[in-house]
């Protein structure tokens, strides 16, 4: 009896079971390191800013995270930080609790906060260089790091300024360099927009797009839909402190039939009518 | 219809009741914060002062007599001067809320407020510190000592006059003294375009807080009738202000000495030149700068020419120290606490040292015990004013970058919190002192050996600083009323300096002996280790941002709803 010739399918088997293991690695890899934010409320005087909020911001995707004012968008991000403690719920990175090692998170961790407070005594060099002191960064490697990215984004000329004369679009870039400086595997970025002109935001725009396509995981909250439909894959919508939306942009347009990303979160997370509103407001103070 | 001059009136009071608490900046406060518990607590100071004064004229009185002659002049004459001093140098803190700023003018100016009713609201709110401050500052002692001060038969009606006398006098010689500052600021302010203006502000503050001090505590004293009427004394006394009111309170009271007429006269030409110069100067300072408040940005940021990043430790270090450094050469707040507390110490060590060497103290043939003692409280005083002005905080929502790179545990910020404060504080007094040694050439070995102990309680010195200080310098927001670091300072500087003056002729001693010399620091370096022991041990696990009062009470956030909900 001939012996049959297994090489063939043992091949087909090995080239199956590498794929698995691959398959398996980015997977669960790609799991390890995605924000995850679970049941995670706060509140103010018993007033829930934050409630029962869970979501996940996963490598390589840019998740954009939108709400009204006073919605509890810069509390969520403030939580992700690290910067305020949930009453209840957690939030993990990497699989971790991030109270658990706050350190080791915030090496990991860049944030561009919503308001752009800066110490206006120094200079936006010296600013820089004291955050990568803070980090504990080579100083050489930092230092390099830092003047590149001053040129890039166009302040180089002004880096020995004091930060007091600084416009509100130079002071965000300087709250970008700061979160960027050193590599972070996990961007949240708080209105990052704001005050940028059309040139920086285009930047900042493709930027975002290139970190995500680096594995990075990017948490993105704004105001601007427009800029979000362009750049996030994944939307959390928040409506007075809880999540109403967590989807695709696309998926939630085929499931709300509705064109545009302004048109869900109209629906989702505005209630009042508009046009009425500003009938009312013309009718009060012309009484 | 509301009438024009009603709501003028409502005008004035909301403005008057904001620029009153413009004196005190909110944006460094904590959230629990009470603006009105630190105009509280700063009248309770002075109250607490006046009861001191008070209190010689209290046992006066209980024996019966009258505070006549030259002791009464004495007390007549630093009754006046404590008071114009004290005003003055609440003026000089209130500076900034004379003239509008830009923050005033964009909210104000779209508003439709009359230039002159803001102005008015603005001196009114000007004036209620200062004010608030004489009144705190004479509670007691303006009741009880004009009592001893009465002249003629003493009774009842040269008792009113006696009280009138020195309330009116205190209060012309207070107002005297800020419209005299209000002047200055005026002239400045015409003289030089806004954005410098801006910038001397700063100078011409510390120029006057030295000025005020150094006049208080170094002036001669020329209470007597034989230095009034010393011809070489006349220059002196028509350049002091504090004489000339002297010389009014008497002339009010009917118990002028005929040597002090001139000096009344000069109170009363000094007073209203003062006030006219305040009132022109101002008037055209605040109409003239108005429009072009907006138009202009404020002071002109400097290019930081040099780029200071030279590395002084660990990267921790070198940001503490550099951060500490850069905010107290730039911060104008900080300066002008650090430049007053300095100011007064430095004063008060000139005071005493020309009051030792005045007083026949042995001379000895290695460094004098007034150098010695000098050294030590210069030692002392610039790291207590360093850590005063450290718990001031700068810019409270700036302080998020704090939080997001804190990569390393709390204990490295204290190593590099004591760091930057030896870095800072220490060695620039050590080499100061090191150069005067090396000019007044003093033996080396004495030298050595103090230079050896004045590093080692530099370090002590430190070490109590950093008690319970788990901070990083000018980033804890300030509740009024928890901090009592200023009293602490006085405490140490009125209290210990006496005890440190024997400190310096035992260190006298012990400089002449290696083996005692050797001990010294051996006791001082055990010190330092028990202090930083207990430092460690004390010392919590988190850096703190947000100062809380004690948990005495705790809240149950039960809130108070309307009927309907």
């Known amino acids: ?128 260089a004291m955050a990568s002191q803070l980090r504990d960064l080579d100083r050489k490697s930092a230092n390099q790091t830092i003047h590149g990215l001053l040129r890039l984004l166009g302040l180089h000329d002004d880096r020995d300024l004091s930060i007091s004369s600084y416009s509100k679009g130079m002071r965000q870039k300087i709250l970008l360099i700061a979160a960027l400086m050193h590599n972070p595997g996990l961007v949240l970025l708080d209105e990052p927009f704001s005050g940028l002109d059309v040139g920086s935001a285009l930047i900042l725009r493709s930027l975002i797009q290139t970190l995500a396509a680096r594995g990075k995981v990017v948490l993105f909250s704004s105001h601007e839909l427009e800029t979000v439909e362009r750049v996030c894959s994944h939307v959390i919508i928040l409506h007075k402190g809880r999540v109403v939306a967590d989807d695709s942009i696309e998926h939630l347009r085929t499931l709300m039939s509705l064109p545009t990303l302004e048109d869900i979160f109209s629906q989702l997370a505005v209630e009042q009518d508009a046009d009425a509103i500003s009938t009312e407001i013309a009718d009060l103070i012309h009484a | 219809m509301r009438s024009r001059w009603a709501t003028r009136k409502r005008q004035f009071r909301t403005l008057y009741r904001i620029f009153l608490l413009r004196v005190v900046d909110l944006n460094l406060m904590s959230a629990d914060a009470d603006p009105a518990k630190l105009v509280t607590q700063f009248a309770t100071m002075f109250a607490t002062i006046s009861l001191f004064i008070a209190l010689p004229a209290m046992i006066g009185l209980m024996g019966g007599g009258r505070t006549t002659g030259t002791n009464g002049w004495t007390a007549e004459h630093f009754l006046i001067e404590t008071s114009m001093t004290i005003v003055g140098l609440v003026a000089v803190l209130n500076w900034d809320a004379a003239l509008p700023d830009r923050q005033d003018v964009l909210i104000l100016a779209p508003l439709p407020v009359r230039n002159s009713t803001l102005l008015l609201a603005k001196i009114a709110a000007l004036l209620a510190a200062p004010g608030l401050a004489l009144v705190a500052l004479n509670m007691f002692s303006g009741v009880l000592w004009p009592v001893g001060f009465r002249a003629g038969d003493g009774g009842i009606l040269w008792l009113l006059r006696a009280w009138f006398a020195y309330w009116s006098t205190i209060v012309l010689a207070g107002s005297f003294m800020v419209f005299a500052i209000l002047a200055v600021q005026g002239v400045i302010a015409n003289l030089l375009p806004r954005q410098y203006f801006l910038r001397v502000s700063a100078f011409v503050q510390a120029a006057l807080l030295c000025l005020l001090l150094s006049v208080y505590f170094l002036a001669p004293s020329l209470e007597s009738p034989a230095a009034l009427t010393a011809p070489e004394n006349q220059r002196m006394l028509a350049c002091l202000p504090s004489y000339w009111f002297f010389g009014l309170f008497q002339q009010l009271n009917g118990s002028m000495h005929p040597a002090l007429a001139a000096s009344a006269a000069h109170a009363r030409i000094g007073f209203f030149v003062a006030s006219g110069g305040a009132t022109v100067s101002l008037l055209l300072a605040y109409f003239r700068m108005m429009p072009k408040i907006v138009e202009q940005s404020e002071i002109v940021p400097r290019r930081n020419a040099r780029e200071w990043s030279l590395p002084l430790g660990n990267s921790l270090q070198t940001a503490m120290t550099l951060f500490t450094l850069r905010t107290l050469l730039r911060s104008r707040q900080h300066r002008m606490v650090m430049s007053f507390y300095l100011g007064i110490g430095l004063t008060i060590v000139v005071g005493y040292i020309d009051f030792l060497s005045g007083s026949g103290q042995p001379k000895s043939t290695g460094i004098s015990a007034a150098f010695l003692l000098a050294s030590m409280l210069l030692m002392i005083l610039t790291l207590l004013a360093m850590r005063v002005v450290a718990s001031i905080p700068v810019a409270l929502r700036a302080n998020w970058i704090l939080r997001v790179t804190q990569v390393r545990p709390a204990n490295h910020y204290r190593i590099a919190l004591r760091f930057s404060f030896l870095v800072l504080g220490v060695i620039p007094v050590m080499l100061t002192i090191a150069f005067l040694l090396l000019i007044e050439r003093y033996p080396w070995r004495p030298a050595t050996g103090h230079l050896f102990i004045l590093f080692t309680l530099g370090t002590l010195i430190v070490e109590i600083c950093l008690y319970s200080f788990s901070k990083i310098p000018f980033t804890c927001s300030y509740l009024p009323g928890k901090a009592r670091i200023h009293f602490v300072f006085w405490a140490v500087l009125m209290v210990f300096i006496r005890l440190l003056y024997e400190g310096a002729l035992l260190e006298q001693t012990i400089l002449q002996h290696l083996l005692s010399c050797g001990l010294g620091l051996v006791l001082l370096v055990c010190s330092i280790l028990g202090m930083r022991r207990l430092n460690t041990l004390l010392s919590g696990s988190e850096l703190r941002f947000e100062e809380e009062y004690p948990a005495d009470l705790v809240s149950l956030n039960i809130r108070l709803t309307s009927p309907t909900g």
Do not use: W
């Open chain 1, 1 to 128: 009896m001939a012996i049959p010739d297994l090489r063939v399918p043992l091949m087909g088997h090995c080239i199956l079971l590498l794929c698995y293991v691959v398959f398996y690695i980015k997977v669960v890899t790609a799991g390890e390191h995605m924000l995850e934010l679970l049941n995670v409320s706060k509140r103010y005087s018993g007033i829930p800013a934050v409630d029962n909020v869970s979501f996940r911001a996963r490598p390589g995707e840019i998740t954009g995270y939108l709400g009204a004012n006073g919605s509890g968008k810069s509390n969520t991000m403030k939580m992700a930080a690290g910067l305020i403690e949930p009453d209840t719920g957690e939030v993990f990175f990497h699989g971790e609790p991030i109270h658990a090692d706050l350190m080791t998170y915030r090496r990991q961790m860049g944030y561009v906060p919503e308001e752009p407070h800066l110490y206006a005594h120094l200079s936006g060099l010296e600013y820089l």
